[in-house]
């Protein structure tokens, strides 16, 4: 094969990477508090903006914040009384650990398992960076 058909080979086989003028921005929650539990009104929207399974991040945050909830449509109930800051201190901890590069920091990430190992692949850069985390 020519370098010319390579190449071209190459560029069809490159993930779609979606790029914006916009930066990402960090979602913040919307939560209330009713009685002993928190609410957080807007759990599916974060978990879309970050791309990754709802399961997984709710699986994060209530390890985090060690409490007991469960989700109830778009939103995620915990049992307890939690601050709006620190669960936002939790979600920004989240996304910067499995959702950021920490290559090039942009948001266009997967999160793939490669035997027992969780990794980062950037599809933006290609940077792999592996997980400390037995979520």
């Known amino acids: 094969m020519k370098y010319e058909e390579l190449l071209e080979k190459v560029y069809k086989e490159l993930p779609e990477v979606k790029t914006s003028s916009e930066r990402f921005e960090m979602p913040k929650v919307q939560s209330i508090i009713q009685g002993n539990k928190t609410i957080i009104s807007n759990f599916v929207k974060i978990v879309q903006t970050f ?23 778009p939103r995620l109930i915990l049992n ?43 599809q933006a850069c290609g940077a792999k960076h592996y997980i400390n985390s037995k979520i």
């Open 80 to 122: 307890r009384k939690i601050s709006s800051v620190l669960i936002n201190q939790k979600v920004e901890q989240y996304a910067n650990t499995f959702v950021i590069c920490k290559e090039c920091g942009k948001p266009d990430t997967t999160l793939n398992k490669e035997g027992r190992f969780t990794y980062v692949k950037c």
């Open 51 to 73: 791309r990754r399974e709802i399961d997984h991040l709710q699986k994060y945050i209530l390890r985090e914040l060690a409490t007991p909830g469960n989700l109830d449509g």
